[in-house]
């Protein structure tokens, strides 16, 4: 189950949308997630931001109907997300590994009220964002693949949370955090790009 922490700008977004999402029920297996919204280039962006991993998903253009149904929006990118960075071979652990994120993603509730760790690397990503978008891009991102491109940048940057001894990329850190779902083999999981790389090595 997903428990979701949202900002106050963020709350009102969705209250605005009529989105409703139940009080969370507890329970040590939620998987906590914080979201926060921004304005870039005069649109509202969501950041939502893994509190584990510090791994952020980037969403620039919902809709009202978007924020509305924003529980269905969000655990429909996190497995999206998943599957892409992890990319596996299809059939067989590219399937479950999205079985076992649809299984963690099996519900959304909602609190209002940020960690102020999360927050402050929410921040972070968010000028590192504008920076990408104004000076890189020049545009904001038009599909969910571009957010996952932006994504991508923003993530593979050196975060720190309080406590930690080392600096970490959450890109990588929720990469493995995700490959850990799988059950356990004797083979070692493989992504598609190294496969590949293995196979033109061969020629």
């Not at 990503?125 to 969910?144: D, Q």
Request: contains cysteine.
């Amino acid at each position: 189950m997903i428990h979701l922490h949202t900002s106050k700008a963020f709350s009102d977004d969705l209250a605005k949308a009529g989105c409703l999402l139940p009080s969370p029920e507890g329970g040590e297996n939620s998987w906590h997630w914080h979201a926060h919204r921004v304005t870039l280039l005069r649109k509202k962006c969501i950041i939502a931001m893994e509190e584990a991993n510090r791994y952020a998903l980037i969403f620039t253009g919902l809709k009202k109907n978007d924020l509305a149904h924003f529980d269905q929006v969000l655990r429909s990118r996190i497995v999206a997300e998943a599957s892409w960075l992890c990319d596996l071979s299809h059939p067989g652990p590219n399937e479950q590994l999205i079985a076992a994120v649809e299984e963690k993603c099996s519900s959304v509730s909602f609190t209002q009220g940020l960690d102020r760790s999360v927050q402050a690397h929410i921040r972070q990503v968010a000028g590192e964002m504008e920076y990408v978008v104004k000076y890189r891009f020049g545009r904001l991102p038009e599909s969910a693949e571009e957010e996952f491109v932006l994504g991508c940048q923003l993530n593979d940057t050196l975060r720190k949370r309080g406590g930690d001894k080392d600096y970490f990329y959450p890109l990588k850190k929720w990469r493995a955090s995700l490959l850990a779902l799988l059950p356990e083999s004797g083979s070692k999981v493989v992504s598609l790009a190294e496969f590949r790389r293995g196979r033109g090595g061969d020629r």
